[in-house]
């Protein structure tokens, strides 16, 4: 059997996606009409022999209860759990701390999937793929352009065999533009063991302090939680640093190339991208949950069953409308996401943003950013030699007044924007 892991992390992490992870969570931040998770889960319902699913992370135990019950109504033959974390055990660690759980049951492999991602998840050609090779590891990885490619963790294959030769996370110099897009399938009997020796090797490493103290022989050797150098804890183990280089030098280590979508959810900004391409694809397998295409809807489009949307308002492509959202008439909305219980009065214009939870936008106002090229991994563009927000971000409950421009703005919650604005981040 085959069972799956989705890491989320915890409330110390996530801060590049405020101010939208102020109020909520970022695994449950809804792009295109559903919570980011709920992608992953969704492909994770798709491979029939996945039974059993776990999200591990150091939220609170609250944080997840209401998805898990969703999940499980939707999918009552599949059983969710919430692992959590006392803190942070970095991203193996944390499977390891929950050995237990994930063994139950003799599973002989299991998927890990990094929550903060977007593609379409290819995991039944990973499984193939894992079959063909008698793999003990298949990441996924994803080309991007060669200078954003440090950003990630980077990958040396043997074309023709598939092998993962080498594997450096974040490297300082470019070795590969083929990365890691934080998707995995481990052999239980491979990576466990391969866990536990990069623990041993970590505790058998004796940590020298740099500075003398007084109580210097009792001192020179840092107990496992101290901080090292890095202000990295000791007990946190990380796959990417830990492990996969380790993998790659002894053990059947392979990678599929996924050409289908991807991107990574870090920044608020980046809610944008991941919406259009999960749209896009919602849109190609002609899902019914999308707004019917018309003169005044441009594919595609998700509108929350409860939002009001004007007739004549023009919306598209790449628009998500939350629930009790109001649209007024003339308004146009293209490659936004516009977040509950927001109003967005007549004749205004919406355009590379995202509107927070219920916020208003004043009549023949304009919140634009900046459109980035689908192939760059990054939301932030250079104006007049500045670097600037792509994406133009309204936080919970702000106010743009009549007839004001917001442009490539981040604007904090609880805001009145009663001026225009460009280029700033509002506090
Ligand atoms: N449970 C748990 N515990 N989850 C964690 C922890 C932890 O201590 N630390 C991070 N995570 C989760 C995050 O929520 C995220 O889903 C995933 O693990 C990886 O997060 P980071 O550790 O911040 O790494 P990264 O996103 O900068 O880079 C990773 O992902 C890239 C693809 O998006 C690496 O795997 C890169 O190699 C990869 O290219
Ligand atoms: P392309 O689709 O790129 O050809 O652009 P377009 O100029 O045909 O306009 P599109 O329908 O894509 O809408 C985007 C444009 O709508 C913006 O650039 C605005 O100039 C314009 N716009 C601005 N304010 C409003 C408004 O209040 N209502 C409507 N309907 N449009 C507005």
Known sequence: TTKAVILVGGPSRGTRFRPLSLDLPKPLFEVAGHPIIEHCFAAITRVPEIREV?????????????????????????????????????????????RDAILKGRPDRFFVLNADVCCSFPLEQMLRLFEEKDAEAVILGTRVPNDSATNFGCIVSDAHSKRVLHYVEKPESHISNLINCGVYLFATEAIFPSIKSAMKRRADRPRLVSYPSSDALDSQYLPQDEEDEDGEKTN???????????????????????????????????????????????????SEELAKPSATILPPVFIHPTAHVDPTAKLGPNVSIGPRVTIGAGVRIKEAIVLEDAEIRHDACILYAIIGWSSRVGAWARVEGTPTPVREHSTSVV????KVQSITILGKECIVADEVRVQNCVCLPYKELKRDVANEVIM
């Open 54 to 98: 776990f999200i591990v992370g150091y939220y609170d135990e609250s944080v997840f209860r209401d998805f898990i019950k969703d999940c499980s109504r939707t999918h009552p033959n599949i059983s969710v759990k919430y692992l959590r974390e006392y803190q942070a055990l970095g991203t193996a660690g944390g499977l390891y701390h929950f």
């Open 236 to 286: 946190v183990i990380r796959l990417e640093q830990d492990i996969l280089s380790d993998l790659a030098d002894s053990r059947q280590f392979y990678v599929l190339e996924t050409k289908d979508f991807w991107r990574q959810i870090k920044t608020a900004g980046s809610a944008v991208p991941a919406n259009a391409l999960y749209l896009m694809k919602a849109f190609q397998l002609q």
């Open 383 to 386: 104006k007049n030699g500045v």
